[in-house]
């Protein structure tokens, strides 16, 4: 059986409002780019969509992961809209798009992306997840309880083929090499890594039985690549459902605590993650607080079906309210840390300016 690739790219080209919206017509100009590649060929269908400022390419194809001409299309269409975007004088036109040629693949190039090459089921839900205003480290907590947390995926305690459980990926981002954790019987190791959030990142998850692959997360680490800020990394993951993994409501049900992440204002504080509705993901209030959108598919013969608009349900209402308490709470504290992130993650600092002026005031202590 012919294996179909899905792949969600996406990147902040330049946006309305500042850091806010992507423009309809940068929508447009995508869905024409990709209408085309689907007409050649190149891919068998896809979703243009948008979480806040990131513009995302959800796209099916049998070219596998990685591959340059799927990549390149990505690259062209990203193209495409940040020539909306500087024709419209859109804000930070081109923001991720970090080199001026492309070579062959998209890796170090700006963009982020998630890919899953699998043989289809006969049934398969896909739920793909966007996130605006935080980083691929948000991913870590409602993942680890979709596959390893029984309190939250009743599967793997009642389900003979979740049982078993699963194999956890997790890539060190500062050494740049990675790690495979197996639950349940390291667990405890697992935590201890994963819950530094801003170092270890969860990015991919295996049932242990098969190997079958059941989860990716975007890793693409923006600021790193460039050696500055460039914007922030906002992440996607893509996790297949049902059927031996958990079912859509357990990995929707971790989404219902707004944990807090890194982000939201100048990306150097902590924030709660609100669920919301696509047509909702647009950050305001310090710029945030920040959001993720859940987009279920069905996938067959390497098309699209769908997509349900997850989290655009009054079940998540009191999630919702409980992060906007949380913003509340969290802001009063101004500058100081916990709500502003420690100096090693925040994206914006005049820390080293302010040490520098203070100098020739030094007194021994
Ligand atoms: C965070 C983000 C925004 C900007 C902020 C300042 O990820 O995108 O909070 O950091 O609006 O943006 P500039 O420096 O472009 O004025
Ligand atoms: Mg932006
Ligand atoms: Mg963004």
Redesign the pocket.
């Known amino acids: 059986m012919t294996k179909t690739t899905l792949s969600v790219i996406k990147a902040d080209v330049g946006s309305l409002a500042?850091?806010h919206v992507v423009h309809p017509e940068q929508i447009r100009v995508s869905e024409e780019s990709l209408s085309a590649a689907k007409l050649s060929g190149l891919i068998n269908d896809f979703r243009v969509t948008n979480c806040g400022?990131d513009l995302e390419l959800i796209m099916t194809h049998r070219k596998g992961e990685d591959n340059s001409e799927i990549h390149g299309l990505a690259w062209n269409t990203f193209h495409k809209a940040a020539a909306v975007a500087n024709e419209l004088g859109l804000?930070?036109a081109g923001q991720d798009l970090l080199s001026d040629a492309y070579s062959g693949n998209l890796k170090g190039m700006g963009p982020g992306y998630a890919e899953i090459e699998f043989e289809e089921r006969k049934g398969e839900p896909v739920i793909v997840f966007m996130a605006d205003?935080t980083e691929p480290g948000a991913f870590n907590l409602p993942i680890y309880r979709m596959f390893a947390d029984p309190f939250s995926s009743a599967g793997l305690v009642v389900d003979p083929n979740m049982h078993g459980g699963f194999k956890f990926q997790v890539l060190d981002v500062i050494e740049g090499h990675s790690y495979e954790l197996n639950t349940p019987e390291e667990t405890y190791d697992l935590l201890a890594l994963i819950g530094t959030t801003g170092r270890y990142i969860l990015k991919s998850i295996r049932r242990k039985s098969d190997n079958l692959i059941a989860a990716k997360v975007s890793i693409t680490k923006l600021s790193l690549i460039a050696g500055r800020y460039v914007?922030?990394d906002?992440p996607v993951a893509i996790v297949r459902a049902q059927h031996g993994l958990p079912a859509v409501g357990e990995v929707l049900e971790p989404f219902a605590f707004p944990h807090l992440v890194a982000?939201?204002?100048?990306?150097s504080h902590y924030g709660p993650l609100m669920p919301v509705a696509q047509k909702n993901a647009k950050?305001t209030r310090f710029?945030?607080p920040p959001r993720v959108v859940g987009f279920g598919f069905q996938i067959k013969d390497s098309k699209l079906t769908g997509p349900a608009d997850l989290f655009d349900d009054p079940a998540f209402d009191r999630t919702r309210e409980t992060a906007c308490r949380v913003a509340d709470y969290m802001r009063r504290h101004g500058p100081f840390m916990p709500e502003r992130l420690g100096p090693e993650e925040m994206?914006?600092t005049t820390l080293p300016q302010v040490l520098e002026k203070l100098k020739s005031r030094l007194s021994k202590e």
Request: hydrophobic share 15%.
């Open positions: 500042g850091h400022d804000y930070a205003k914007g922030k906002d982000g939201w204002m100048r990306g950050c710029d945030g994206e914006y």
